[in-house]
């Protein structure tokens, strides 16, 4: 038989681990949201220095050359920004989910 106190227990751990979860989930959102920043501050301030490089060129064989120089950067940074951005979401929800990972296995009501 299940007992009161069981019960109001489980609320309690429940609620706890519901804190727990977002307060883990503001922390990680707010990780990413300043990933996400930073990315695209560098993203900027890169094409900035790009097209100053550009204007400055006086052949076409230099300008191909930025150009290739460029997409290069471009293509590295994005591969490792993405990849930097998807571990935080695996972060996120590994820390989102932790608090409930004993939850379940505590309450176990009596077998007939």
């Not at 949201?33 to 501050?41: E, L, P, S, V």
């Not at 409930?100 to 176990?108: D, M, R, T």
């Amino acid at each position: 038989m299940v007992k009161v106190e069981d019960i109001q227990n489980y609320g309690k751990e429940h609620l706890e681990s519901v804190a727990a979860s977002a307060s883990n989930l503001q922390s990680g959102v707010q990780a990413i949201a300043t990933a996400y920043g930073d990315y695209a501050k560098k993203s900027f301030e890169d094409t900035k220095s790009y097209v100053e490089k550009l204007s400055g060129v006086k052949s076409l064989d230099k300008a191909i050359e930025a150009q290739t120089e460029f997409a290069r950067s471009s293509y590295e940074t994005f591969v490792a920004e993405s990849q930097k951005i998807a571990g935080l979401y695996t972060d996120l929800a590994k820390q989102t989910f932790k608090p409930y990972e004993g939850l379940v296995s505590k309450f176990n009501p009596a077998s007939h």
